[in-house]
Each structure stands twice: as C-alpha cells, then as structure tokens.
C-alpha cells in the first residue's frame, strides 16, 4: 500500500522559514516526480514545485528564489524548504507522487497546515 506522510507544517511568522517532509513508503514501481501543492482557502489547488526522476526540480513564479525541493533516495523523502515566507503562502500542503510508466497513477499526502502570521 501507497503511502505518503507530510510533516513540518505549523505556524511561522512573515519572514520564517519551515521545511516540509514527505516520506514515501509501498512505492514499487519508478517514481516519474514528485511535488507539493499547496490550496489556500477557498483557492484552487496549486503546483508550488516539483522534482523528477532526473532530478529536474521547476517552481511556480510566486516561490521561486523561496523555496527549494529536494529528495534524499535512502530515506525516501522528499522536503521542501520554504523561506522567506509570506501570509499568501498559508495554505495545506499535499505531497504528489507521479508514479509508473504507460499508465502512470498519482497518489496524494493527507496534507499539512501552513500558516504564515504575526
């Protein structure tokens, strides 16, 4: 069984930082990329970034230069690193996994609280 477990959310302050976890487990098949969205209140669900098999991370305009993913393959986690951090990026953030070749599934994170306030 697929899972994927978000961590790292909580409160911050406007200029705080905060890293995300996610850690991927029953994972069998090759991983095409990974990313986090993000859906504020009463917003669309957005891409924030996401990195690939390859290696090839890309960032939505509103992050870029703030935040950063990575990926550390022996613990099968994917972080991102947000700093800078403004109240428009309060939000609950998903973990996404592109997963298999030819007929490729996404599987989600249950999701966790960021919320950027004094």
């Known amino acids: 069984q697929v899972q994927l477990v978000e961590s790292g959310g909580g409160l911050v302050q406007p200029g705080g930082s905060l890293r995300l976890s996610c850690a991927a487990s029953?994972?069998?098949?090759?991983?095409?990329?990974v990313a986090w969205y993000r859906q504020g209140l009463e917003k669309q669900r957005e891409l924030v970034a996401r990195i690939t098999w390859g290696g090839s991370t890309d960032y939505s305009d509103s992050v870029k230069g703030r935040f950063t993913i990575s990926r550390d393959n022996a613990r099968n986690t994917v972080y991102l690193q947000m700093n800078s951090l403004k109240p428009e990026d309060t939000a609950v953030y998903y973990c996404?996994?592109?997963?298999?070749?030819?007929?490729?599934?996404?599987?989600w994170g249950q999701g966790t609280q960021v919320t950027v306030s004094s």
């Open positions: 996404n996994a592109n997963v298999g070749t030819g007929n490729p599934y996404d599987y």
């Open positions: 029953g994972i069998n098949r090759r991983v095409n990329a």
